[in-house]
Nanobody
Framework: QVQLVESGGGLVHPGGSLSLSCVASGSIVSIYAMSWHRQAPGKEREFVASITSGGHTIYKGSVQGRFTISRDNSKKTLFLQMNSLSPDDTAVYYC??????????????WGQGTQVTVSA
């Protein structure tokens, strides 16, 4: 069984910073693309940023230059450094990973989410 566990969310003032982490564990053979998504109240879940196993990154336009996605393959960990946060960034943040397990299945796995609230 594969699990993704996020951490690092919380309350921050506008202009502040937060760092999120997501650790993968379980019967893992390989981790391919990893990504962050978010869902604000009353809105659909949206893509934030992704990173391939080789380190190629893609960002949602509104976070480009403020957020940095990275990963540590040896620790099966995904990171999201968020700077210059605004109230529009308030959401539950989810990590997703494409994982091949020991049974031979390759599929998407999601974490449970971590709340990020940006408020004065």
């Amino acid at each position: 069984q594969v699990q993704l566990v996020e951490s690092g969310g919380g309350l921050v003032h506008p202009g502040g910073s937060l760092s999120l982490s997501c650790v993968a564990s379980g019967s893992i053979v390989s981790i391919y693309a990893m990504s962050w998504h978010r869902q604000a109240p009353g809105k659909e879940r949206e893509f934030v940023a992704s990173i391939t196993s080789g380190g190629h990154t893609i960002y949602k336009g509104s976070v480009q230059g403020r957020f940095t996605i990275s990963r540590d393959n040896s620790k099966k960990t995904l990171f999201l450094q968020m700077n210059s946060l605004s109230p529009d960034d308030t959401a539950v943040y989810y990590c997703k990973a494409v994982i091949e397990d020991t049974i031979g299945w390759t599929e998407d796995h999601w974490g449970q989410g971590t709340q990020v609230t940006v408020s004065a």
